[in-house]
């Protein structure tokens, strides 16, 4: 009997991306995960990756780019070097609220403007506090697949020039156009749309941030802004990197300007739509969220049945989607729409997602 190939549409880990596969074979053969991080090889490696990350998401020269373990950790090291006291949250779902939840754990004055689960901001309606030193923003809610306007948030910086601000745009880069320059702190981690195995979080970081970072007292040790910097202008980490993601992200990053990221994003568009539109129809299945919010990179879909059920179904025919995230568990399922997953690969899903028992 022919392997039937089983196709992740899970909202990271994800299907890996087939220039992933490619390049993690390559690297194996030519010995990349053995070099010294302390070598010129690594250095060209290091370099290259960056380069491509800064081509790809317009970087301006200024910012830094720093690689750490995960966007967990980016959340921290931004709330260590950019606060000290008060910082201020839009909570729409889990992984905002993490973020929340970290400038809490330090000690941190932690404001938040929360909306219910599917809901999102209009951002130039928003007042923020003044006094506030650090704004943290998810541009696109995995757990609820909410997804905020990138031209509204580049718009909270002109009207609060003092303030700090942070961007998650973990499961929506490098589909979101974000105007970098108007943004402190940019972050996302490679197991989402980069479809690259997990453990690797790049922190993209403004001169204002650095220059407030080295004015707090206590901002971390081995990841400190200061430190991350002086390493990361010799081409270098502070400690022993993730070499082989390090490697990854500049393959995956040069595959991506190699296909054009117009063509990506209207590719990601015209996917999405396949399935709101079949989701519309469903006689089981509907959006979770409503206009302007909804993700293009995560589909959030409310089932009438039990969504465990459906899970399960098409976990036999070797298709898996996520579960509803904390008590949606038992009535929505997410669907990824990365790169990683083809035109045809969607079209299969929806086949298969097909109509209830
Ligand atoms: C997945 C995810 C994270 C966490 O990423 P890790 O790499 O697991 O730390 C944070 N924010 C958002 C929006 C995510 O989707």
Redesign the pocket.
Known sequence: MAHMKDRYFT??PTELLPIARTEIERAIRENICSISHRSKQFEAIYAESVSSLRQLLTIPESYSVFFLG????AMERIIQNCASQRTYHFVNGA?SK?FHTIATAYGREADKKEVDLGLGFDFDKEEIPRGIELVCI?H???STGVQLSPHEIARIKERYPEMLLAV?V??SAPYVEIDVSKVDCLFF?V??LFGMP?GL?VLIVSPAALIRSEQLASVGSYHSFKELRQYAIQHQTPETPNVLGIYLIGKVAAFFLQQGMQALRTETEKKAKLIYNFAEKSSYLKPFVAQPFRSQTVICLSCSEDANDVRARLKQEHFYVGSGYGKFKDNQIRIANFPAHSQADVADLIRRLGTST
């Open positions: 909202p990271g995960s966007a967990t950790e992984f993490r998810t696109n809610e995995t998650d973990v499961s981690s197991q989402k997990a979080g």
